[in-house]
């Protein structure tokens, strides 16, 4: 039997890339067809995302399967979470891909629950309270630029709208609704209530489909464009849940997937809202056959990303991480939480300022910075594991990092040191395994999740570090 490949499409805010899966006896193999950069851009006035140029790159990387001779049966896209495209009459973009990290939602999740009370929209959506979700920036569109609002005939998230450039099909994937804070937890559809009480147009949002859902094939110019046809089948478009998807054992594990974002978490059967919940910040995302992940948002390496960028990218990561290495006796700390890490116009000089605020030393070698960072990250993943295991009132045994993050071994033995569990770090393209085992189950080459985490623990190798 011809061997069928499926390919997964993951871009995360600082890269992306096109990965071919293929399934031999039990074994996912992978291959990297196409990576490319990512970044957000300045455009008219906001932090935009270049969502031409990454279409292109998908485009691209299509190609590329065609001239190694590989036709896969399907693909799928998954990308960071909460950002949309508003579409007008003749489905044409309403206005450039604004960033989550754009300052136009500053106070404005402060608005909104004047109009609901916290509490409430807890419970209904089970989402916790970031100022960028998605429902601050339609009610931030609202006030600043009402017209584009009363145009919007569609609204898109961005794997959506890219999904339907492929294929010139619209939906609402579900795993990435979910992050609008604007789906109702429990019937897993838009809350119209919500949404009404807002004085948004309810009418723009499309249906939501589960991941699995075949959406279509390619539109016609695309299949003469690549000379081949093929499904758009929906993954969990939101990173994080395919991520997780990939976690080979979850039985007495919390998670943390790690990239420009740490999510720290659990997953579970049903939505979590209780009050502690609540007040940890914890959010109930939707996943793939209606399961949850129970988790919180941490900056993640977003601060040492832009640390780098800071310093002109003279060092590399892994550079970054020697020179944290060989400094001894530096101890100064941040809050990574603190929302002022978002977006700042200097990371290196904000973590500077946070530390002279806090009378702290004042890190001014890269190493020292480098340092600042990751301990901080250490301490702040050290305080959700305390929280999660207060709110099941039980103790986990291990952590398992995966993602790009869980290469980074200096972090991985601080979470072992400051948690005092088991670390496990892998796989590494979690997010892309995730996606590709979701378009298996559809194609019925695997039976299910609980199948596919049996065979992505054969296939991928998974590190262990222990704590000291
Ligand atoms: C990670 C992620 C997080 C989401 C953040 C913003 O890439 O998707 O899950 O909270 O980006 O969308």
């Not at 006896?25 to 008219?44: P, T």
């Not at 001894?328 to 990371?347: A, I, Y």
């Not at 990092?401 to 040191?417: F, M, P, R, S």
């Amino acid at each position: 039997m011809k061997k069928k490949y499926c390919l997964s499409v993951d871009i995360g805010a600082s890269s992306g890339r096109l990965i071919l899966g293929d399934l031999h006896e039990d074994q996912l193999n992978l291959e990297e067809i196409h990576r490319f950069d990512n970044s957000i851009i300045e455009k008219n006035g906001y932090f935009c995302w270049d969502i031409d140029a990454l279409f292109f790159e998908i485009k691209t990387g299509i190609q590329k399967c065609n001239q190694i001779g590989i036709q896969p049966v399907s693909i799928g896209i998954d990308t960071w979470a909460v950002d949309f495209v508003l579409l007008d009459e003749r489905d044409q973009p309403l206005t450039d891909s604004v960033s989550y990290r754009d300052p136009r939602t500053d106070g404005i999740m402060e608005e909104v629950l004047e109009i609901f009370m916290k509490e409430r929209l807890y419970l209904e959506t089970g989402i916790q309270f970031q100022k960028f979700n998605t429902i601050y920036q339609l009610y931030a569109l609202k006030k600043q630029n009402p017209e584009v609002l009363e145009k919007a005939k569609s609204f898109l998230m961005i794997p959506d709208y890219l999904h339907f450039l492929l294929t010139g099909r619209k939906a609402n994937e579900y795993t990435n609704a979910t992050s609008t804070q604007l789906i109702n937890a429990f019937t897993k559809k838009w809350d119209k209530e919500i949404i009404n009480t807002l004085g948004l147009n309810v009418e723009m949002f499309e249906e939501i489909k589960m991941p699995k859902e075949t959406l279509g094939s390619l539109r016609e110019e695309l299949v003469e464009e690549f000379g081949f046809d093929m499904d758009v089948i929906l993954p969990a478009t939101h990173d994080t849940g395919s991520a997780v998807l990939a976690v080979p054992e979850l039985e007495d594990t919390i998670y943390i997937s790690s990239g420009t974002w740490s999510l720290i978490g659990v997953e579970n059967h049903f939505p979590i809202c209780v009050t502690k919940a609540l007040d940890y910040n914890f959010t109930n995302e939707g996943g793939m056959d209606y399961q949850f992940r129970f988790l919180k948002n941490i900056m993640g390496l977003w601060m040492i990303q832009e640390v780098r960028r800071n310093y002109d990218n003279q060092y590399s990561f892994a550079e970054l991480v020697d020179l944290s290495r060989a400094v001894s006796g530096f101890e100064s700390t941040v809050n990574v939480d603190d929302q002022r890490f978002l977006k700042p116009d200097n990371m290196i000089e904000e973590i500077q300022n946070y530390c002279k605020e806090t009378s702290q030393t004042v890190p001014e070698q890269p190493g020292e910075i480098a340092k600042c960072v990751f301990e901080s990250l250490a301490n702040s993943y050290k305080k959700a594991v305390a929280e999660i295991e207060n709110i099941f009132e039980k103790e986990f045994s291990t952590v398992n990092v995966i993602g790009g993050g869980c290469q980074n071994e200096l972090l991985n033995q601080l979470i072992a040191d400051v948690t005092k569990k088991e670390v496990y770090a892998g796989p590494v393209e979690a997010t892309a395994i995730g996606n590709l085992v979701v378009q298996f189950i559809a194609i019925g080459e695997i039976e299910n999740i609980d199948k596919a985490r049996g065979i992505i623990k054969k296939s991928f190798e998974v590190k262990k570090y222990t704590y000291s």
